[in-house]
């Protein structure tokens, strides 16, 4: 999705003919923008975002830089918005009412990347390692040579190619992950779960919504679905202890197993079926 930002129009009060958008809050209605782009001098190993509206894009790339695109109402322009304290690099949000901001940040070198946004999307790739959240909007994360941790209120997530471990809690949006090396986590508490390609241990636990784990290597599975289909494909040449369990809903085990087996599938549905495969 283009980082670009759509103008909101939203009406607050209505009075006789009138529309009153002064007072509005979580709106975004601007009425000028500009551009600008900073070339960064300093070395920058982390990334501290602290905006309250507005996309953040992180890329790798030669040149280090920071691009802004800045959304303001009538002449209250802000200033700068961005610092860099030690190796630090410091997004801010706007000092003003009625004003957000979105980022596009280029790094030679891989960097830690920490923070929020309010309400935004969070775009990531390319660096050491990241542990972010936003309030309202989705976060895609790929190609991270580190641990990954996110936590989005009302978004989707999207992970791709983590040389290390993930952990995701969502309250409202699906959730996709691929090519995990490391163990995987969820927390969903209402969309679809879908984590392929995972290289260490899987814990979903989801309250609404569908669960689809396929593990690129063996290893144990937990899984505990409130209300839908669980869904695990594990890979051939190993015994698996399957512990399944559903309330309503059919168990289907199409896998050799043992109870000695060390990898243990835990699987818990309240409302919906159990399958479990091999990988194609």
Do not use: W
């Not at 600008?36 to 982390?46: G, N, Y």
């Not at 899987?202 to 689809?212: F, L, Y």
């Not at 063996?218 to 594990?234: E, F, P």
């Not at 199409?254 to 549905?269: E, F, K, R």
């Amino acid at each position: 999705m283009d980082l670009s930002r759509r103008v909101v129009l939203g009406v607050c009060a209505i009075g006789v003919g009138t529309l009153l958008l002064s007072g509005c809050e979580g709106f975004r209605v601007s009425s000028n923008t500009f551009s600008d782009s900073t070339d960064l001098t300093q070395k920058v190993a982390t990334v501290r975002i602290d905006n309250g509206s507005g996309a953040v894009r992180i890329r790798a790339g030669a040149t280090p830089s920071v691009r802004r695109t800045v959304y303001y109402r009538d002449n209250n322009q802000p200033g700068q918005t961005h610092r860099v304290e030690g190796d630090t690099l410091v997004l801010e949000n706007c000092k003003q009412r009625n004003c957000s901001i979105d980022y596009e940040v280029t790094l030679p070198a891989a960097a830690k990347i920490m923070g929020e946004v309010g309400s935004g999307e969070i775009d990531v790739a390319g660096m050491a390692e990241v542990g972010v959240r936003s309030g309202s909007g989705d976060i895609r994360v790929r190609d991270i040579s580190g641990p990954v941790a996110v936590n989005v209120g009302s978004g989707r997530v999207e992970l791709i190619g983590l040389a290390q471990s993930a952990v995701v809690d969502a309250s409202s949006g699906d959730v996709t992950l691929s090519d995990v090396k490391g163990d995987v986590t969820i927390l969903s508490r209402s969309g679809e779960v879908n984590a392929s390609g995972i290289g260490g241990k899987a814990a979903v636990e989801s309250s609404s919504g569908d669960v689809r784990v396929d593990m690129a290597t063996a290893q144990s599975v937990k899984v505990t679905a409130s209300s839908g289909r669980i869904n695990v494909t594990v890979p051939r040449g190993q015994m698996y202890k399957a512990d399944v369990t559903t309330s309503s809903g059919e168990k289907l085990v199409n896998i050799d197993t043992s109870p000695q087996s060390p990898y243990v599938l835990d699987l818990d549905a309240s409302s919906g079926d159990i399958h479990v495969d091999y990988r194609v």
